[in-house]
């Protein structure tokens, strides 16, 4: 029942800047951590940045820190990727995950962390 989806994928320059949008339904996801991974062909997902709803707490990956910010939004059951400075090494497609479980959430940084998926949304980033 619970649905994720990705949104605001597309092509950019080296150095500009997209949002992606996450939103979420089928759950009360005030208790849940959101997450964003993203997967290269020929390369695994790689965790990019969580949240823990409930808090707001945030945490990101090191290649993305400080060019990337996970955040709620005010709309109900939303979560961003802002993304800035963006690097060709950046191209890939960007999934939403959702687990249920808050408790050791910086510990969530794999995907078989996380039960709910999204199809996610391709980021291609041009030299």
């Known amino acids: 029942q619970v649905q994720l989806v990705e949104s605001g994928g597309g092509l950019v320059q080296a150095g500009g800047s997209l949002r992606l949008s996450c939103a979420a339904s089928?759950?009360?996801?005030?208790?849940?951590?959101m997450g964003w991974f993203r997967q290269a062909p020929g390369k695994e997902r790689e965790f990019v940045a969580a949240?823990?709803?409930?808090?707001?707490?945030?945490y990101q990956a090191d290649s993305v820190k400080g060019r990337f910010t996970i955040s709620r939004g005010n709309a109900q059951n939303t979560v961003y990727l802002q993304m800035n400075s963006l690097k060709p090494e950046d191209t890939a497609v960007y999934y939403c995950?959702?687990?249920?479980?808050?408790?050791?959430?910086?510990?969530?940084?794999?995907?078989?962390?996380?039960?709910?998926w999204g199809r996610g949304t391709q980021v291609t980033v041009s030299s």
């Open positions: 995950a959702a687990d249920p479980t808050e408790s050791r959430w910086l510990m969530k940084l794999a995907p078989y962390d996380y039960e709910h």
């Open positions: 089928g759950a009360t996801f005030v208790r849940y951590v």
């Open positions: 949240i823990r709803w409930s808090a707001g707490t945030t």
